[in-house]
């Protein structure tokens, strides 16, 4: 089975840039997704297509995906934005999820 | 507005069966791929199955293969989970989770619903 692997955690101090990052084998070749959870709250869709910005999304919310590696990166991080984050990646008609990381706003 | 609502959650022995449902409304029902993703307390996402908008296509993971089963009806705009072997261990939330396809290799999903809790315990 295909494996994704997160940072448990990342802390940033407000108006800092977070980057939060998701390795698996030769995931550079597949599509990376990433997905916000707030505590007590449904997780919501920041970026699809390694790239793209659902509407709605902040554009401080960006991702790339190159090699092993895909990359949520949050430019002039709020408080706001202090939750759980996921990354996500379609291998052999299966989904598979990383293990989330909480981002700490601090 | 683009929505899903699950229901069908609650309390059940270990051994025992639930059917979980979720409305969708808003969009076609018929032209999305649909997901059960559920959330163990404490824990992270776990995928559990996808069905397509046919229905042709279904996909499980290994940990609910042979028990659970996923069905749609398209002219009811509803999703269904029949969970059947229950275990201590598939305890969580569950998530219906509308599909989409960017491309050849890329699926993600686009629109949750608030979940419905399953708890099986003796």
């Known amino acids: 089975s295909y494996d994704l692997t997160q940072p448990p955690s990342v802390s940033v101090s407000p108006g800092q840039t977070a980057t939060i990052t998701c390795s698996g084998d030769?995931?550079?070749?597949?599509?990376a997704s990433w997905y916000q959870q707030r505590p007590g709250h449904s997780p919501v869709l920041v970026i699809s297509?390694?790239?793209k910005r659902p509407s709605g999304i902040p554009e401080r919310f960006s991702g790339s995906n190159s090699g092993n590696t895909a990359t949520l990166t949050i430019s002039g991080t709020q408080a706001m934005d202090e939750a759980d984050y996921y990354c996500?990646?379609?291998?052999?008609?299966?989904?598979?999820f990383g293990g989330g990381t909480t981002l700490t706003v601090l | 507005e683009v929505q899903m609502v699950e229901s069908g959650g609650g309390l059940v022995k270990p051994g025992g069966s639930l059917r979980l449902s979720c409305a969708a409304s808003?969009?076609?029902?018929?032209?999305?791929?649909m997901d059960w993703v559920r959330q163990a307390p404490g824990r992270g996402l776990e995928w559990v199955s996808s069905?397509?908008?046919?229905?042709?296509?279904?996909n499980y993971a290994d940990s609910v293969k042979g028990r659970f089963t996923i069905s749609r009806d398209n002219a009811k705009n509803s999703l269904y989970l029949q969970m059947n072997s229950l275990r201590a261990e598939d305890t969580a939330v569950y998530y219906c989770?509308?599909?989409?396809?960017?491309?050849?290799?890329?699926?993600?999903?686009?629109?949750w619903g608030k979940g419905t809790t399953v708890t099986v315990s003796s």
């Open positions: 989770a509308r599909g989409g396809f960017g491309g050849i290799g890329d699926y993600y999903m686009d629109v």
């Open positions: 808003g969009f076609t029902f018929s032209s999305y791929s």
């Open positions: 069905i397509s908008g046919s229905s042709r296509y279904i």
């Open positions: 030769k995931l550079g070749d597949k599509y």
């Open positions: 297509q390694n790239t």
């Open positions: 996500q990646a379609w291998d052999s008609s299966t989904v598979v």
